[in-house]
């Protein structure tokens, strides 16, 4: 029977990539979405990927988001890839707090949200695999992104603790740090500074969401099960730790 996998931000850019990857590895695909109904409806559409929205910053509707997604695609979640992420950037001179908390909920508490709401159904079946996907500002900071690396370094830290609790159930925890991808949230960055970006990057580009789905499909694979509590770095060299 395939298992059931949730992608958090599975409709845009790696989350996209994500999902569509899993999908087509032969996973159940849930994809979660906050608010861009034209865009998760073409996306369900071109890839019949059924789409769930709720708030993953939001303790009850992820439980019961879970719960909506386990009925509809008729089975327990197997796999989560927490992947929901928003940015608020602003030097902390001039963050505001509404800035500073929009985007720890959104990117590291619903990690905790979405984790606590599958963990006991993957102990008690004695296999899961949880992805986190942070970012190399998590590992290597970035001016104006207090807000956005302390979330992401966050996800790397519970994702060590969580992997320890899970170890003995069958339960593998990982983290994934991708460096800058051709996505939405990249292109807003202004031409000058993303040309000053690629310049630090040794293999001379930007990844491409499907590379970063690639490595996520290695570590939620049944045979991943020796491998947790790891950070796989997917940056093209720009930041090694």
Not at 7 to 29: E, N
Not at 98 to 118: G, K, P
Not at 161 to 179: C, D, F, H, K
Request: hydrophobic share 45%; net charge neutral.
């Amino acid at each position: 029977m395939a298992r059931v996998a949730v992608v958090t931000g599975g409709t845009r850019g790696i989350g996209r990539a994500i999902s569509a990857a899993l999908k087509d590895a032969g996973y159940k695909v849930a994809a979660t979405y906050a608010g861009n109904e034209e865009a998760a409806q073409r996306f369900k559409t071109e890839t019949g990927i059924p789409v769930f929205k709720f708030d993953v910053a939001d303790f009850n509707a992820c439980a019961e988001g879970a719960r909506a997604i386990e009925a509809e695609l008729g089975g327990p979640v197997d796999v989560l890839v927490n992947n929901a992420g928003i940015t608020r950037d602003a030097t902390m001179h001039r963050m505001r707090p509404e800035q500073w908390n929009e985007v720890i909920r959104t990117n590291l508490d619903s990690c905790f949200n979405m984790a606590r709401a599958v963990i006991e159904g993957m102990r008690g079946r004695g296999f899961g695999r949880i992805v986190n996907i942070s970012s190399i500002n998590g590992q290597a900071g970035q001016i104006g992104q207090t807000n956005y690396a302390a979330a992401k370094a966050g996800m790397l830290g519970f994702t060590k603790a969580l992997a320890q609790e899970g170890a003995a159930r069958g339960v593998t925890v990982n983290a994934l740090a991708p460096g800058y991808t051709e996505t939405d949230m990249v292109s807003a960055v202004p031409a000058n500074v993303l040309e000053q970006i690629v310049a630090r990057i040794p293999v001379g580009r930007l990844g491409k969401p499907e590379e970063i789905a690639r490595a996520v499909l290695f570590l939620v694979a049944d045979e991943a099960g020796f491998i947790t509590g790891s950070t796989l770095t997917v940056n093209g060299g720009q930041y090694m730790d």
